[in-house]
T-cell receptor, first 113, second 114 residues
Framework: QKEVEQDPGPLSVPEGAIVSLNCTYS??????FMWYRQYSRKGPELLMY??SSGNKEDGRFTAQVDKSSKYISLFIRDSQPSDSATYLC???WGSGNTGKLIFGQGTTLQVKP | DTAVSQTPKYLVTQMGNDKSIKCEQN?????MYWYKQDSKKFLKIMFS???????INETVPNRFSPKSPDKAHLNLHINSLELGDSAVYFC?????????????FGPGTRLTVT
């Protein structure tokens, strides 16, 4: 079993739809939770990060963390074709400069005009 | 200006060859990483360097040897390339903070071993 599970999709939605992307994890030692967005043939870029359980909003994006269920989500409101990308959840294991990011497999999202 | 750059962008080579990938960051960060992304987009850390010192060395064949000549550069040399080494290799950098650990990724080097 992988430490971080993420449905690879692909997920196809019409423009304007609300998108829900999810990850589950098994290691309760994970503390920081992030979402990276990766466009085709590009490197990942940080979209959102959070530490505690609860919601964090940034424009059309909301990150949600439920530590008790070991479940994190990313919601995209009013999705746009420019949101078409692979979304990778990531978590930090360890502390100090030996900490490392553990990534989920990524969910490929396509938003159709 | 490109924050994290990698060369080459594409690399096609035959099994058994030795190749190098170079990475440079101009962000003034003190930590650099190599990641491997396989065909299923699974991204996994290979190495990290902090101030030119090797910090993380995941279970990677010793055919892979990273080298950091200074804080702004991290190169990856691969000996005796195998078919299974075909992947996209990403370099990344970050500045260590207690509360935040954003990593800036390069554009990737797509390695194909034939």
């Amino acid at each position: 079993q992988k430490e971080v599970e993420q449905d690879p999709g692909p997920l196809s939605v019409p423009e304007g739809a609300i998108v829900s992307l999810n990850c589950t994890y098994s290691n309760s030692a994970f503390q920081y939770f992030m979402w990276y967005r990766q466009y085709s043939r590009k490197g990942p870029e940080l979209l959102m990060y959070t530490y505690s359980s609860g919601n964090k909003e940034d424009g059309r994006f909301t990150a949600q963390v439920d530590k008790s269920s070991k479940y994190i989500s990313l919601f995209i409101r009013d999705s746009q074709p420019s949101d078409s990308a692979t979304y990778l959840c990531a978590m930090i294991w360890g502390s100090g400069n030996t900490g490392k990011l553990i990534f989920g497999q990524g969910t490929t999202l396509q938003v159709k005009p | 200006d490109t924050a994290v750059s990698q060369t080459p962008k594409y690399l096609v080579t035959q099994m058994g060859n030795d190749k190098s990938i170079k990475c440079e960051q101009n962000l003034g960060h003190d930590t650099m990483y190599w990641y491997k992304q396989d065909s299923k987009k699974f991204l996994k850390i290979m190495f990290s360097y902090n101030n030119k010192e090797l910090i993380i060395n995941e279970t990677v064949p010793n055919r892979f040897s990273p080298k950091s000549p200074d804080k702004a550069h991290l190169n990856l040399h691969i000996n005796s390339l195998e078919l299974g080494d075909s992947a996209v290799y990403f370099c990344a950098s970050s500045q260590e903070r207690q509360w935040r650990r954003e990593q800036y990724f390069g554009p990737g080097t797509r390695l194909t071993v034939t």
